[in-house]
């Protein structure tokens, strides 16, 4: 087999996802991924001691996948409102890959896997936050913005990109009245 010389994690990793991308996540199961990757049920366990630990490893690898293709850099000779278009553009197109909609599949996990999962998808969101924070900081027009605690940059920002999740889970392309509603209210 040719399996041997990579990382039986990696190797693990990469069949779950595969699964996940044709069948959905909600079919991954640890007897799936361990024929299908030729890799022993027992080795399977040594790295993902239970189905939650290994769909916690599929949902960090699906949020670094979305956001690898934006390009940080090129967001910050642009507007805050067109760098929000290139961000969700960006998502919107990296979720048509899969088969079914993944926010969507997500919501379906068991109560369990969901906990796990949601923790370390709130780690990257922080990151993301963060990183629209330093857009909004970017952009001449909102410097001027007076904010307040009841609308905190930090609020501001955990609001837009849920609202962008929403928009992806439905499936959304166009979020210009999206934009044009953050725009009404940053107006100030």
């Known amino acids: ?43 399977v366990y040594n790295y993902f001691p239970s189905k939650g630990d290994l769909l916690v490893a599929i949902i960090e690898d699906f949020w670094e996948g979305a956001f690898a293709n934006v390009d940080w850099q090129d967001l910050s000779y642009n507007n805050f409102y067109d760098n929000l278009e290139k961000i969700y553009s ?15 599949q997500l919501a379906l996990l068991k109560t369990q896997e969901k906990i796990l999962g949601k923790q370390r998808e709130n780690e990257y969101f922080e990151k993301i936050y963060s990183k629209i924070k330093i ?15 009841a609308i905190s940059k930090e609020k501001t920002a955990e609001f837009i990109f849920e609202n962008m999740l929403i928009m992806l889970r439905k499936e959304e392309e166009d979020i210009s009245f999206f934009i044009a509603i953050l725009k009404k209210i940053m107006s100030d």
């Open 90 to 104: 960006t998502l919107y197109h990296y979720l048509l890959k899969f088969k079914e909609n993944w926010l969507e």
């Open 135 to 149: 857009l909004m900081d970017m952009d001449n027009g909102l410097r001027q913005y007076s904010w307040s605690e």
């Open 1 to 43: 087999m040719e399996n041997y010389n990579k990382n039986y994690r990696e190797i693990i990793l990469s069949e779950a996802k595969d699964i996940a991308m044709k069948e959905g996540i909600s079919n991954i199961n640890i007897r799936a991924v361990a024929k299908n990757s030729g890799i022993a049920i027992g080795t």
